[in-house]
């Protein structure tokens, strides 16, 4: 009482309401000034272009780096835009899981805008009730286990015509890539359209030639980092002049597009009950039906069934055969198995390849270490704010995966950096995002519904040309010394070609089957 008493009296009047101010400036200042609260650690921004001076020619070997430092979730600036990045296997399976709704919108960038026709379709879409629509059309119409059946006839054919046209360059350097990219397009423009784009079959006119190498380049272009949709404010002025490319290049895709469309549309074909149904034909007949689309998605779907079918299996299937030529004991056990599962009268097919887990095996180490998606394609956070690992995502913010981070993280793998294929015949582990340390395919709400297309695709073209052929480097190279430089992209693949010899295994009648 004598401490008030010697405080004056108009203070002595005011002082619970003083208290009171303190205390609100306290609690409102800690608020506001709050390192943007609970969001996750990570490194420095810089203004205007914030981490991007620490991210390399492979963003997914640096942003690796640096969450051995920051941690499985990661806060960090690309250029004024927030992200956050997942590398830890806890964090993801808690992002695909938990938070599966939050996360599953597309971020709107350029080249979504333009190779998605204004954000149609499905890969650079928002997660809509439409979209939801969309993944069902294609997953229930094209690419379901019963659908793929019916399309087992043409991977069967593609299967063989890479098998003979391998033969027929016996003894000579062949540039792999080159037939992997012939037996992927064609067998995915099969499925569509009903027709080949490359071989004896195909129509070789000149529109379609320009159509193909307008995907090819919309597929490249699609993984070019644009400046502009990471500090918005300069986006006017096109840079990189990538804006003018995505609009020429869309034009001529749906321009092709739309004429087949229109000429399927008045002139339909007629199938027999076991005959395989092109997707275009499909999507046709569910006009007036409750999955009626409109033209322009109908469009924006095949296009995205070409972007995401036409270069991954391929070039997978690039990086299963030169790993290997460089690991020979490999090989020779692959050999050994097909050989004594299939002989050598016929070629290997899909109904084969229950029995032949080592090329399962195979084809799983190569995804875990040469992954062709190695970051998720980057997500929006709506609904929002959200919730990671404790931390508070704010809406709007953008997230992805670090799908690299999580195979070879050494907690889970034992010598992550080894090629082992044997790893996945000691333990029982999914790719299709169910085992949070492997996802090469994605999980969740906005997994890749080309899934068991491209898994299927890479084990028969694995088996067959083990089978198939004996291999040898060109100008007797040293395995070991095969150039491994990956080169970072929307499909992330081999920097050098692999160039090598094949010689024949089998009978030649074999081959012609
Ligand atoms: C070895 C082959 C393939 C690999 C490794 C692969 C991998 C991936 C990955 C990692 C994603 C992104 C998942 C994410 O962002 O979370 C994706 C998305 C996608 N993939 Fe694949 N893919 C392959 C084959 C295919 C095929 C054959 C098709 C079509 C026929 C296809 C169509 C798509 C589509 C449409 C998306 C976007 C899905 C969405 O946003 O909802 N992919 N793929």
């Not at 709107?108 to 939801?132: C, M, S, V, W």
């Not at 098998?163 to 016996?170: G, K, L, M, Q, T």
């Not at 030529?325 to 692959?334: C, G, I, T, V, Y």
């Not at 067959?464 to 992330?492: R, S």
């Amino acid at each position: 009482m004598e401490l008030l008493s010697s405080i004056p009296a108009f203070l002595q009047e005011n002082c619970y309401s003083l208290l009171l101010v303190l205390l609100l400036v306290i609690v409102t200042s800690r608020w506001f000034f709050r390192k943007p609260s609970d969001l996750p650690p990570g490194p420095f921004s810089l203004p205007m272009i914030g981490c991007l001076h620490l991210i390399g020619p492979l963003p997914h070997v640096s942003l690796h780096e640096l969450s051995r430092k920051y941690g499985g979730i990661m806060h960090l600036k690309f250029g004024t835009v927030p992200f956050v990045v997942v590398s830890s296997e806890e964090a993801a399976k808690e992002l695909y899981k938990y938070r599966g709704l939050e996360f599953a919108s597309k971020v709107p960038t350029i080249a979504g805008r333009h190779f998605g026709n204004d954000f149609n379709g499905i890969i650079y879409a928002e997660y809509t009730p439409q979209l939801k629509l969309y993944r069902k059309i294609v997953n229930t119409h094209l690419l379901s286990a019963t659908r793929l059946k019916v399309y087992d006839k043409i991977r069967r054919e593609e299967q063989c015509s890479l098998a003979r046209s391998i033969v027929s360059a016996e003894g000579t350097p062949i540039k792999l890539r080159d037939k992997f990219h012939n037996l992927n397009v064609n067998i995915i423009t099969y499925m569509l359209f009903g027709e080949r784009f490359y071989g004896a079959h195909a129509r070789n006119t000149a529109a379609l030639d320009a159509f193909a190498d307008a995907v090819i380049e919309s597929l490249r272009l699609s993984g070019v980092f644009n400046i502009s949709d990471f500090i918005p404010g300069i986006k006017w002025l096109d840079v990189q002049r990538l804006e003018k490319r995505y609009k020429q290049l869309i034009a001529k895709v749906n321009d092709y597009l739309l004429s087949v469309l229109q000429d399927h549309r008045r002139n339909p074909r007629k199938y027999g009950r076991d005959e395989p149904v092109p997707f275009i034909d499909v999507l046709l007949s569910l006009d007036s039906t409750e999955e009626e689309v409109s033209d322009i998605t109908k469009l924006s779907l095949l296009f995205d069934m070409l972007l995401g079918a036409v270069d991954t299996s391929a070039l997978s299937l690039e990086w299963a055969i030169t790993e290997l030529l460089r690991h020979p004991s490999a090989m020779e056990k692959a050999r050994k198995d097909i050989d004594s599962v299939v002989g050598s009268n016929r070629l290997v097919e899909d109904s084969d390849l229950d029995q032949l887990p080592f090329i399962a095996a195979i084809a799983k180490e190569t995804l875990r270490l040469h992954q062709l998606a190695p970051l998720a394609l980057p997500k929006v956070v709506r609904g929002g704010p959200s919730k990671l690992g404790g931390y508070t995502i704010p809406n709007g913010t953008c997230a992805f995966v670090n799908f690299h981070s999580l195979g070879i993280d050494p907690a889970h793998w034992k010598d992550p950096m080894k090629y082992r294929p044997e790893r996945f015949l000691e333990a029982d582990i999914d790719v299709f995002g169910q085992d949070y340390n492997l996802l090469p395919f994605g999980s969740g709400r906005r997994m890749c519904p080309g899934a068991k297309l491209g898994f299927d695709t890479l084990q028969i073209g694995i088996a067959t040309l083990v089978q198939g052929f004996e291999w040898k480097l060109a100008k007797g190279q040293d395995p070991a010394d095969i150039n491994m430089d990956e080169t970072y992209g929307l499909v992330c693949h081999k920097t050098q070609p692999l160039i090598a010899v094949p010689k024949a295994r089998l009978e030649r009648s074999v081959y012609s089957s």
